[in-house]
């Protein structure tokens, strides 16, 4: 139905131990340049030097790009940039509330939703992944009661606090993990659910695409050297 995006598997499933039942880049100013130099670590981990293979062919063709990899991720975050612009400050208060990379915030967006524009013009507005997805960052209705307008500082709020838990409950998880690997493992199971996250190698195994985490987190770098 949303031919823009990949519906989510089980998109921020709660661990079932606590509940039982979603090539080339351009700099857009110098400031962005110096933006991208300041807070590169948050409280959570170095989003730049976490590890990814980029999109996989599948999400690729999302955009009928014809190759894969870290150059599709950062092409389809480009893309997005434009639209991700309306919500950077909402994107910023959430972020510092949280002490997440606004960067990483935006990826998820990106990867989501494409920054609302293939979930602006649904009935009611803001669903995607079969009416499964809500908002931006496309917070499941199954697994949690979604909070604010789909394009809130709310809903931001809401869906940034859903993966710190999961940053918290992957951190417990996988101790001797670094703190960039348990980063990405957080992200891979804010798509699928701490639980489907099996193994660092395998990371990505059971998420949307296969490559939900390598996607969001090259994604995440594009942005960040791109003014989030």
Request: overall charge positive.
């Amino acid at each position: 139905m949303f031919e823009n995006v990949l519906p989510d598997l089980r998109h921020q499933m709660a661990p079932e131990r606590t509940r039982k039942g979603s090539g080339n880049t351009q700099e857009f100013s110098t400031s962005a340049a110096r933006n991208s130099k300041s807070k590169a670590k948050m409280g959570y981990g170095d989003i730049t030097q976490v590890e990814m293979s980029g999109a996989s062919s599948k999400t690729s063709r999302q955009d009928k790009l014809e190759y894969d990899g870290v150059r599709a991720s950062h092409k389809m975050a480009q893309t997005d940039v434009r639209r991700m612009e309306k919500y950077k400050s909402f994107i910023n208060n959430v972020a510092e509330k949280h002490d997440v990379d606004p960067a990483v915030i935006a990826a998820i967006i990106s990867r989501g939703s494409r920054a609302g524009n293939v979930i602006f013009n649904t009935t009611p507005p803001g669903w995607g992944d079969n009416y499964n997805g809500f908002g931006l960052m496309q917070v499941d209705k199954r697994y949690h009661e979604p909070r604010g307008a789909w394009n809130s500082e709310e809903h931001l709020d809401q869906a940034t606090g859903i993966l710190v838990n999961f940053i918290q409950l992957i951190q417990k998880k996988f101790p001797s993990w670094s703190t960039e690997q348990q980063l990405k493992g957080a992200i891979a199971a804010y798509n699928t659910g701490d639980g489907g996250v099996e193994s660092y190698e395998s990371v990505d195994s059971r998420t949307t695409g296969k490559d939900y985490s390598n996607d969001v987190v090259a994604r995440a770098q594009w942005y960040k050297k791109n003014g989030f």
